[in-house]
């Protein structure tokens, strides 16, 4: 995972492999695996080498490639580790047409009163809308 901000007593990561995602899916009873896995598999075969590279070195910028092609999978843990909230967000965490956010707690249930400081500061340090109505897809009556 990498370190992408602070929120209060909590901190928000990057899941950056698909064992954390698994992972990830597992503690918080949700697909989040199933769309990185997606986002990931689509990512890797839009990959285009540089031209006149030597056979040996044709996925040196792979990884990098991938990171900025898929969306940003996020997770807010607390303290000791424990998962609060996963996000998808678009790739680089940058606004992007056409894009929907997702912004979800355990079980796929509403993150929003618990941790929606959290969620705002995740919104504030990337710059990017990150509201309830927006984000969040179960919107329950």
Known sequence: MQYVCDASRDTWFRLE?????QAESRLMDHAVERYFREAFERAQKSYVPPAGGRFIEQN???KDFIQ???PMFVTLRSNDGTPLVTGMLPPGGKPQPGFRSIIVGRANGDP?????????????????????????PYQRG
């Open 112 to 136: 929003y009163r618990e941790h929606g400081s959290a969620i705002a500061a995740l919104a504030k340090h990337l710059s990017l809308p990150l509201d309830r109505e927006r984000c969040f």
């Open 17 to 21: 492999t698909l064992a954390e995602a």
């Open 68 to 70: 900025r092609s898929m």
């Open 60 to 62: 040196i910028g792979l």
